[in-house]
């Protein structure tokens, strides 16, 4: 698959901006519009956005499962992200975010993989990389985008801005910015 990085003026005009405004319900009327299935692979926000999308009824019209990937063996051996990878890249790294996506959308044989991998707080474990450090990656029949995102608060508002960018970035992928055109 193709990787693509989105610009960053066009993601944080595009998806930032709508953060608050787009609802976990807005997503999951778009999965169940397209009749697209997700999985995700979560290591920060640690199953928040499972959680997120698994909250509206239905859910299981489209989501498939989630994976929390917290350390490096488990990105290794259940979402096959070379070790080799990890170990020249780090796990907070837009390659590793991309490979988790892959991996989970392979595994779980969905639509759309979904990744979110960063540094919470309130130390970072993997210098030099700085608190909020944060990369979502989503991946589909289209190829493979990610984002890479600089994050403030606390570990519990990073984790929690982290889940919404993520699904910023699903909302975006189904087509959300048409919706958003309507209004």
């Known amino acids: 698959m193709a990787e693509s990085e989105i610009k960053l003026e066009d993601f944080f005009t595009r998806v930032l ?3 608050g405004k787009t ?3 807005e997503v999951a009327e778009l999965l169940k519009k ?5 999985a995700v692979a979560e290591s920060l926000t640690g199953g928040l956005i499972s959680s997120k ?3 509206q009824p239905g859910s299981t019209e489209f989501f498939v499962g989630g994976l929390i990937s917290y350390t490096n063996r488990i990105k290794v051996m259940e979402l096959g ?5 990890i170990a ?3 796990p907070v790294s837009k390659d590793v975010a991309v490979a988790m996506a892959e991996g989970i959308r392979k595994r779980y044989r969905t639509d759309i993989g979904l990744s979110a991998t960063g540094v919470a707080g309130p130390t970072s474990t993997t210098p030099p990389k700085p608190i909020g450090l944060t ?3 989503l991946a589909s029949d289209q190829g493979t985008s990610f984002k890479e995102l600089h994050l403030t608060g606390t570990r519990g508002e990073i984790r929690e801005k982290a889940a919404a960018a993520a699904l910023g970035l699903l909302w975006l992928h189904l087509g959300g910015e048409e919706v958003l055109h309507k209004i």
């Open 53 to 55: 999308l698994t909250s």
């Open 88 to 90: 020249k890249e780090s």
């Open 17 to 19: 901006s709508v953060i």
């Open 81 to 85: 992200v070379p070790a080799s990878l």
């Open 135 to 137: 990369y979502i990656a």
């Open 34 to 38: 397209t009749k697209k299935t997700v």
């Open 23 to 25: 609802t976990e319900t």
